[in-house]
């Protein structure tokens, strides 16, 4: 078997090299062998000094995730740290890429640390609901300083190395790759013998006064919230006023408490879950191809929308509009945009003038037969030219296969839907029709990746996975409506149960006339037909339109939505006019109902192959709809409650809807078997 970590011996320096797919990954097997490593050169009297470093595009990304949910096998992170500060020879760590996490704070750990230009630092547990466990809240104040201390642990983004922050924490930062510098400052402090732990440093220290007061203002923010962002400042305060051992069994206990929080875990589960979404079947049969120039083929706010986002990214992009100014009204908000950019200091004049510089118009046909990607919004007449690698149609209610057939796409055709951004993170959901080109697939999704956008591979269904998930919600609201609830009443329960907005707020904003034309094409999911869309179109009749008309279920004035104080005489009226009940029954909860019918909406999709599998559903939820990212997602909910839970609710709901509520048959499997969506109940 091949070892993980190399040893080279070059002039009395051990050179210890993780090398492990994928991105030196700090795995059990990884961990032992650089245990086993350190250990020898500490016993080779042929060595006098250690340089650690990482093989390929980066030191190491730190540890596999999935280790968290039974607890980090042995060796764990704070004993190998341990182990390479208490070495009797000099360690130095040379850094480059992304230095994430665990592997930070091996690198910590070390008596020096020597990095290159690109190195990219970061400890993201915070965004994981932990602390680090390393011993990194004691060391990384000694060596910087509460108030970097702080910023890194608790915003967990990554810093380059020339960052100010990140240079109080390196030796050297060199333009080159810094194995060969390690080696010589390694060689320098053995000869030396000027070399010191990080847990005796105490620059960082220096000024206590100033160190109290850094940590009580970031206390002072934090009081009352159980979370690992108070964690961190216990911690942090604690490097002032006690011994390190001490510190570091703080930390450790802390770090203990949080790994099995309900928050860290479904914070695990959301990254994990955006990284199993990327992989697809097609990757097995097809190698991505380079888009270089994208055709663009629409409206003038879909061009200009999409050639920003294309642009930025570096691609060519070439516009092309159904009316004859269309792209050149496009091409002006393009500019318009990108001088709004300059202005809030994003981009520089050089940068918008570059990317200015790749942008051009043509006719649809032309366009299309230059391109390498063609992004259609459906209203553009045109015919294939050229052999473009895919064409995505960005419209997931159109029949795909008739634009396919209209534009002579073939199996190159795709259909795809760009979510609005929810907290700065976007979304791509692609839909694959039978025997779409695999290549055509990989292609499209690496590059909407290079976008930063996460993708989601759906079936190439009516409104694809997305669409069927929000009808489903859409719907149940709409029922409980009819059975007594308040649109209020439903929509707070939805924001409880961890949706940032609510079902009513949400087709409010689309606008009523919109919502039910949406449930209407979709004939096959839930809530198609029936009473439901007729209280959105009573309510449009009304004059009350939505979001748009200022009056919809809320009334919205100014971008705020209030309560509407006459819409409960008439949804009175409404349903005595139908014979509906008043008032709800008193076991009608409507958060309940909500998530029970989400979840059997799931459970269908999941099983008739929409989607890929159950992660693939909270990815779609918590990146698309704003379900809260520290919950997991639905389905994930739906395993701390328990299939118990479930069948109990849906059973109880199905007299309202038997298509929302009543249970699918791999929701009664998973109940029989003692099973979740991500494994065995709880």
């Keep these: ?64 995730l999935a280790e968290y949910d039974d607890g980090p096998g042995p060796p764990g992170i704070g004993d190998l740290a341990q182990s390479i500060e208490e070495m009797p020879k000099p360690v130095v760590a040379a850094l480059h890429g992304q230095v994430l996490g665990a592997a930070a704070e091996l690198a910590l750990a070390a008596h020096a640390r020597v990095a290159a230009q690109d190195a990219q630092i970061g400890l993201p547990e915070v965004t994981l609901g932990l602390l680090p466990c390393g011993g990194t809240t004691q060391r990384l104040p000694r060596l910087a300083g509460a108030q970097v201390a702080l910023e890194l642990l608790l915003s967990g983004r990554t810093v380059a190395a020339s960052d100010p922050r990140a240079e109080r924490l390196l030796d050297e930062v060199v333009a080159q790759a810094p194995q060969e510098r390690a080696e010589a400052l390694a060689r320098d402090l053995a000869r030396s013998g000027g070399w010191r732990r990080s847990r005796d440093r105490t620059r960082g220290l220096s000024d206590p006064a100033g160190y109290q007061k850094a940590v009580a203002a970031v206390a002072a923010r934090l009081e009352g919230r159980d979370r690992a962002e108070a964690d961190i400042v216990k911690c942090i305060e604690a490097a002032l006023l006690l011994p390190f051992t001490r510190g570091v069994e703080l930390e450790a206990a802390l770090f203990a408490d949080r790994v099995g929080s309900p928050r860290a875990r479904a914070l695990r589960h959301a990254v994990l879950a955006e990284r199993r979404a990327a992989v697809m079947p097609e990757q097995r049969q097809a190698t991505a191809r380079e888009i270089g120039r994208v055709a663009l083929l629409g409206r003038p706010r879909f061009l200009a929308e999409m050639a920003t986002a294309w642009l930025a990214a570096g691609h ?170 308040t649109p209020a009443e439903v929509d707070a329960a939805a924001r409880h149960m961890g949706f940032r907005a609510g079902p009513f707020a949400m087709m409010d904003a689309e606008g009523l006339e919109a919502a039910r034309h949406r449930l209407a094409r979709l004939a096959g999911g839930a809530a198609a037909g029936g009473p439901g869309q007729d209280l959105l179109a009573a309510r449009s009749a009304a004059g009350h339109g939505g979001r748009a008309a200022g009056r919809g279920f809320y009334i919205h004035d100014g971008g705020a939505a209030r309560p509407d104080p006459e819409l409960p005489a008439w949804l009175d009226n409404w349903r005595a006019d139908r014979g509906l009940p008043s008032a709800p029954a008193d076991d009608q909860e409507p958060g309940e109902a909500l998530h029970a019918a989400l979840v059997n909406a799931a459970a269908r999709l999941i099983a008739d192959g929409v989607v890929q599998r159950a992660s693939d559903v909270d990815v779609l939820m918590v990146r698309g709809y704003g379900f809260d990212r520290a919950r997991g997602g639905p389905l994930f909910q739906a395993d701390l409650a328990g299939t118990l839970t479930l069948m109990t609710t849906m059973k109880r709901f199905a007299a309202l809807d038997a298509a929302l509520w009543a249970p699918h048959p791999a929701i009664a499997d998973m109940f029989k078997n003692g099973m979740g969506f991500f494994g065995r109940a709880p």
């Design 1 to 64: 078997m091949t070892s993980e970590v190399h040893v080279d011996r070059r002039d009395r320096v051990a050179v210890l090299t993780l090398d492990r797919p994928v991105a030196n990954i700090l795995a059990p097997s990884l961990r032992a062998a650089l245990a086993r490593a350190l250990e020898r050169a500490a016993a080779d009297p042929a060595t006098e000094a250690v340089v650690i470093r990482g093989a390929g595009a980066g030191f190491s990304t730190g540890l596999d």
């Design 316 to 485: 060519t992009v070439t516009l092309a509009g159904g009316g004859q100014d269309d792209a050149a009204q496009a091409a002006e908000r393009v500019a318009a945009e990108f001088e709004a950019a300059i202005a809030r200091q994003e981009i520089t004049e050089a940068e918008a003038k570059a990317r200015l510089s790749r942008l051009d118009r043509a006719a649809p046909g032309e366009a299309v037969a230059g391109a390498d990607l063609v992004l259609d919004d459906g209203t553009v007449a045109v015919m294939m030219g050229g052999r473009p690698v895919a064409w995505a149609v960005l419209d997931p209610m159109l029949a795909l296969r008739a634009r396919a057939d209209a534009v002579g796409a073939g199996a190159r055709a795709l259909s795809l839907r760009l979510y609005p951004v929810q907290e700065g993170r976007r979304l791509a959901e692609i839909g694959v029709p039978a025997g779409a080109a695999a290549e055509s697939v990989v292609s499209l999704s690496r590059a909407c990746a290079g976008l930063g956008w996460t993708v989601v591979r759906a079936a190439a269904v009516p409104g694809l996975a997305g669409a069927n998930l929000a009808a489903a919600l859409s719907g149940a609201a709409l029922r409980l409506v009819e059975a007594g609830h």
